[in-house]
Every structure is written in structure tokens, then in C-alpha cells.
């Protein structure tokens, strides 16, 4: 009060100073809170390194930039926290800590606040440097960098930009330290609740206790969208972990009921951890059914573990979610282990006895044949048989044929055949999903495999020197042709690929205009006019240019 009084405050000043005194202005900005919370922060966020860009509401401007201050002084406390675990870690948790140290280290955070007159005056009664912030705001297109999900621009500090009209996708994490209410506070959380590739929906941490707010613009929101009947979506933070712990002990029981112990696996070290961490993986993959369910699990851990803090759960329990986590992202990785590489290397070896190079009909190039006749499949059977993690390998091949294929089909359209026999395979095995069917399944994807092998090489036996002349020929062949067409389309094939070439390279990121795009369309019209077979009628030449440019189009539309 003396210093109130001291001042001799004019009404007007005295009525402003009520107003924030009101507002527990200085409350909320004294220098031990926003410490505190800026210490909690760095601790939340360092923990929640692998899931996006986090944005901090301040109070006001002058708060903004103090709170980033007081997060750079925790972040390196944190930085050199994590060298020190560096040096008494095991080798799979140093590699984890390895990753979060870049992470840290890489990480840029900036202050966004709208110019004011004199602000550099305002921030200097505070012991504040508003140049260095503004310099970087007016330099640099901070929106772009941080609506990239590649950048490290990863943290933003703000009090009244970029909360509504500012759609970021990875944005993952909004922490709250400003009283927000109805519209502004729907708008703000909005911001991370935008759903993108691998983010289902985004986390709010309140600092300034938001929820009644938030529980009333919910009412008013779905009392206009449904009568107000939803139920209340704020959950307490006991609810929270109390359910943490029920999805650990639902998950182990899973994992027992298949024959694994989660303990074992927690409590295991080094190889013996890998080891186990793969008997696990394998035993979730038995049948699409078991996969998923355990997924669902892991998923929902993951998802509740991003809202609790890191004092929250009990190491013991930790341990226990992060073994879980491993267990799911074993199921997501490719692997590339020696007992599965063992066995390709083996299998490879028995299918290479049966290649054998012969000469093209009219002896122009050599061709790579399979002769899948004579290939020991008993042989095979009883390789795969022998392996201890069936489940994991029957993955691995169908992953690596799934990836292959979807770089064919990319390449040539009229390879889908190819994948419909991949997704037939495929469906009849989820569809039985026993002991006796994964060998047939199997043996069908090593013959899917090896038939992909011959058609990979088929542009050098079709006398082509790319597949992208392949598909070319492939896109404009059509049934009931002479060889003399067929030659004649080779032909055609190869130049109108050097032409749309040609004419692309000369034109400025071509599917960008209309007049450009035309003229591509018209080239491969002229071209298909003049050199195709006489044989295609008018009907014939109008679909296939079509379907040639639609095929252009997708394939080189980033060509500049």
C-alpha cells in the first residue's frame, strides 16, 4: 500500500491498477510462479520429446518473454540432467537418451507478440531485451517454420497471436497460463486438437485452472450442437492414473495368456531383453485378431501416459509401460534380425540354384527367367519350419512385399494384378489365421515374390532400356495386336516418353498452370495421332491419351 501511495496515482491510473489487481495479475506473474511453472514445463515437454511442437499462452507480452528466459535456464539444467543418466545407462537406454540429448539440443523455441509504440522502453523497465525476439520475428517467417513438422522451431511463446486462425497440425501440446473463456478458450485448444499422420488428438496442461471455463464453454457448445446432452469430457487426474494402472495389468494378463511374462521382459538386461522382446512381438502377431488387441492397449497407454507427469507413476510402473511401448513399436519396425536374415539368406541361396539366363526369341537381350517348377518347395517348407519366430517372418515378407508392391504399381498401373494377388493371399490368411495355414501362406507370398522378380526385368526382355517406357508400352497395349503393331508400339512407347520429357523440362512446375498442362495434353494427342498403329481407332486413341496423361500427371508432377 505504501508504494500505491507513493505513486500518486491519477484516477484513471488508479482504476487500471484495480482492474489487475483484480485480475491477480501479480499473483500470476510473480517471479517464483512462473519459475515453478517453467521448470514444470521443461520437465513435461523433455518427457513428451518424441510427440510434436508445444505452444505456451502467456499472460501478457512482458510474461512471454520472461517465461521463455526462465524455460532456457531449465531446458540446459535438463540438457546436463540427461548427460548424467548418459553415463550410467545400459546400452539400449543410452541409445534412447542419445536420440532425447539431440532432440534437446536441437530444439529452437521463440517468443510471437504483436509490435507495440515503445515496447522496447516498456521491456527495459522489466530488465528485458525485446530487440533480439523481434529481430527474429521480422527476419524469419516463424508461422512457416512452425507449421513444419521437420523444423526445429519447436516451441512458441504467446499471449493473444496465432491462439484462433492459426491452424498448425503438429502441434501436440498447448500449456495454458492465461484465463481464457467461451470462443478464445473453444479457438485456443482447437489449435492442438487438429489431427495429422500419427497424432489423434492433442494435450492440454492448464497452469492457470481453466476447467470450470472450459466445462462452461462446452455446455454452451453442445447445448447448440445436441440439446446438451454429452456427458462431461474433462477426466480427474486419479481417474487418470488409476486407469494407467488398469491398461498395464489388462495388457500383462494379454501378454500372460499367450504364454509371455511381462515381468520377465522388465526385468531382463541386454541381449536377453532383445531376445524376449522379439518372443514377445511374436507371440502379439499369431493372428490379426491377437495384433490388434493388443495394439488397442498400447495405444491407450501411450495416449494416457502423454497427460500424466513424470512424478505421476512409480518407476516400477514406468518400466513396466515402457516395456509395453517396446513391445508395440517391435510389432511396428522393420526388422532386420540374424535369425530372420539367417533364413532369407538360406532361402535366397535354394532359389538362385533354379535361375538360369536364357536368350530372347529374337535374340536381341538375355532374359532373367524363374523356373519356379523346379524349386525344392519341400525344402523351403521345412527351412520355415525350423524358424523359432514364424509370426515375425510371415510380417517381414509381407511387409517387404507390401512395400515393394506399392513402389511397382507407383511405377506402372498396370501392374495392379500384382497386388490384388498380394490382398487375396492376404485376406484368405486373416480369414483362417491357424497353425496349418501360415505355411501355404507363406509358400504363395514366395511365389508372389519370385513372379515380382521377373516382372521387375521384364522392360530388358521386352527390349526396353527403363520401366518407364514399360509402362508406357503397357498403358497403350491393347488385345488382338500383330507382331507388326506390337513392334510399332515399342516404338511409340519410347519416343512419346523422350518427348513428354523433353517438352516437361522445358515448361516451369507444369501442373501449375492450365496453358501448360494443355499443352502436355497435346503433345501426347499429336503424338499418339501420328505414330500409333492404324489398327486403334479414333474411340481407342481419345481413351488412351487419357489414361497416358493421367498417368504423366501423377508420376512427374514435381518435375520444375
Same mark, same amino acid.
Given at each position: ?121 516498456? +521491456? @527495459? !523497465?522489466?530488465? /528485458? ?8 520475428? #521480422?527476419?524469419? %517467417?516463424?508461422? *512457416?517454420? =512452425? ?123 541386454? +541381449? @536377453? !531383453?532383445?531376445? /524376449? ?8 502377431? #499369431?493372428?490379426? %485378431?491377437?495384433? *490388434?488387441? =493388443? ?144 505355411? *501355404?501362406? =507363406? ?118
Amino acid at each position: 500500500m505504501d508504494a500505491i501511495e507513493a505513486a500518486d496515482l491519477d484516477p484513471s491510473q488508479q482504476e487500471k491498477l484495480e482492474r489487475e489487481f483484480a485480475k491477480e495479475i501479480h499473483v500470476l506473474t510473480a517471479e517464483k510462479r512462473l519459475k515453478s511453472i517453467a521448470k514444470d514445463f521443461v520437465g513435461h515437454y523433455s518427457d513428451l520429446w518424441t510427440s510434436g511442437k508445444a505452444m505456451f499462452v502467456c499472460l501478457n507480452k512482458v510474461t512471454c518473454v520472461r517465461m521463455y528466459n526462465y524455460v532456457q535456464e531449465y531446458w540446459q539444467d535438463e540438457i546436463e540432467v540427461v548427460r548424467a543418466k548418459l553415463k550410467t545407462a545400459t546400452q539400449q537406454e543410452a541409445q534412447e537418451l542419445e536420440r532425447k540429448l539431440r532432440w534437446m539440443e536441437e530444439t529452437e523455441m521463440a517468443v510471437v507478440i504483436s509490435q507495440e509504440q515503445n515496447e522496447i522502453q516498456t +521491456f @527495459k !523497465k522489466w530488465g /528485458l531485451d525485446i530487440l533480439p525476439h523481434r529481430e527474429k520475428m #521480422e527476419k524469419r %517467417e516463424l508461422d *512457416k517454420e =512452425f507449421k513444419d513438422s521437420s523444423s526445429n522451431l519447436r516451441v512458441v511463446f504467446v499471449c493473444a497471436m496465432w491462439l484462433t486462425g492459426f491452424d498448425v497440425k503438429c502441434l501436440s501440446c498447448l500449456y495454458l497460463d492465461k484465463p481464457l473463456k467461451a470462443h478464445t478458450l473453444m479457438q485456443t485448444i482447437a489449435r492442438a486438437n487438429r489431427v495429422s499422420e500419427g497424432k489423434s488428438n492433442g494435450l492440454i496442461v492448464d497452469y492457470v485452472g481453466i476447467v470450470k471455463a472450459l466445462r462452461k464453454a462446452l455446455a454452451d457448445y453442445t447445448a447448440n450442437v445436441d440439446g446438451g446432452n454429452r456427458a462431461d469430457p474433462t477426466v480427474d487426474k486419479a481417474e487418470l492414473i488409476a486407469r494407467i494402472y488398469e491398461v498395464i495389468g489388462a495388457a500383462s494378463d494379454y501378454l500372460a495368456q499367450h504364454d509371455f511374462s511381462l515381468k520377465a521382459l522388465v526385468e531382463a538386461t541386454d +541381449f @536377453k !531383453k532383445l531376445s /524376449l522382446l522379439q518372443d514377445a512381438a511374436n507371440a502379439m502377431c #499369431e493372428t490379426l %485378431e491377437i495384433k *490388434k488387441t =493388443f495394439q488397442t492397449y498400447a495405444m491407450e497407454l501411450n495416449r494416457l501416459m502423454k497427460y500424466a507427469d513424470r512424478d505421476d507413476v512409480d518407476p516400477a510402473t514406468r518400466a513396466y509401460k515402457n516395456a509395453i511401448i517396446a513391445i508395440y513399436d517391435e510389432l511396428q519396425k522393420k526388422r532386420k534380425h540374424a535369425d530372420n536374415t539367417d533364413l532369407m539368406v538360406q532361402i535366397n541361396g535354394i532359389v538362385n540354384e533354379y535361375i538360369h539366363i536364357e536368350g530372347q526369341g529374337d535374340g536381341l537381350v538375355p532374359s532373367r527367367q524363374f523356373d519356379i517348377s523346379k524349386i525344392d518347395f519341400d525344402l523351403l517348407r521345412r527351412e520355415f519350419a525350423r524358424a523359432k519366430k514364424k509370426n515375425l517372418v510371415m510380417k517381414d515378407l509381407e511387409d517387404l512385399i507390401a512395400s515393394r508392391l506399392e513402389r511397382m504399381v507407383a511405377a506402372n498401373p498396370m501392374r495392379i494384378n500384382y497386388y490384388e494377388r498380394y490382398q487375396t493371399i492376404i485376406d484368405n490368411y486373416n480369414a483362417e489365421q491357424d497353425a496349418a495355414t501360415i505355411e *501355404k501362406t =507363406f509358400m504363395d507370398l514366395m511365389d508372389l515374390a519370385s513372379d515380382l522378380d521377373s516382372e521387375e526385368q521384364r522392360y530388358v526382355r521386352e527390349g526396353f532400356t527403363s520401366e518407364e517406357e514399360l509402362s508406357l508400352y503397357d498403358l497403350l497395349f491393347r488385345d488382338n495386336l500383330s507382331k507388326q503393331d506390337i513392334k510399332k508400339l515399342k516404338e511409340v512407347a519410347v519416343d512419346l516418353l523422350a518427348k513428354i520429357k523433353a517438352k516437361i523440362a522445358e515448361l516451369d512446375h507444369w501442373t501449375d498452370k492450365q496453358e501448360t498442362k494443355a499443352a502436355v495434353d497435346n503433345l501426347i494427342r499429336d503424338v499418339l495421332w501420328k505414330e500409333l498403329p492404324t489398327s486403334y481407332d479414333e474411340i481407342q486413341v481419345s481413351e488412351f491419351r487419357s489414361r497416358i496423361y493421367e498417368y504423366v500427371y501423377t508420376r512427374y508432377k514435381e518435375v520444375a
